[in-house]
């Protein structure tokens, strides 16, 4: 079994989710692995990962809206040492993801034909974030 690790860095533009299916597929090609997983996990906790729609922009749009409904900026938090989206920022991580496992087919990320892999920035400025890429297989 072989391994390998990465780190790609995303520049994000503020409250917004970063398609990086792309970035992480180009990992997994220059690995030189054919079959095995890829763990992609987020270095950060104001920030996430996602699968979801790749075709629909409005799809992104709701999840969005909706995630702005349920976790207001507007509520009475006591942690905020960093502006009002501070403590939202990290219990919208707590309920998305930090981590996806995604498998390794031919040597690519095996996704369903409207699947994407999506870094979902929570803060409202930008941020350059950091994704741990690792695979193992053969």
């Known amino acids: 079994m072989k391994l390998h690790q ?4 995303v520049k994000t533009s503020g ?5 990086i299916t792309s970035q992480v597929n180009d990992v997994v090609i220059n690995s030189g692995i054919k079959t095995g ?5 987020i270095l950060h ?3 996430s990962l996602i699968i979801q729609e790749n075709a629909d922009p409005d799809v992104l749009a709701d ?5 702005s409904k349920l976790v207001p900026e507007s509520a009475d938090y006591l942690h905020s040492a960093e502006g009002v989206d501070d403590m939202p920022s990290h ?10 496992n995604i498998i390794i087919r031919q040597g690519r990320l095996w996704l369903g034909t409207w ?3 999506y870094l979902w ?4 400025r930008s941020h350059l974030r950091q994704i741990a890429v690792h695979i193992q297989g053969e």
């Open 6 to 9: 990465q780190v790609i860095q």
């Open 63 to 67: 999840l969005s809206n909706f995630f």
């Open 15 to 19: 409250k917004c989710l970063h398609k």
């Open 45 to 47: 906790t104001s920030a």
């Open 121 to 124: 920035e929570h803060r409202m």
């Open 91 to 100: 219990i919208r991580s707590v309920l998305t993801s930090t981590s996806e």
């Open 37 to 41: 997983l890829c763990t992609v996990f």
């Open 115 to 117: 699947q994407g892999l």
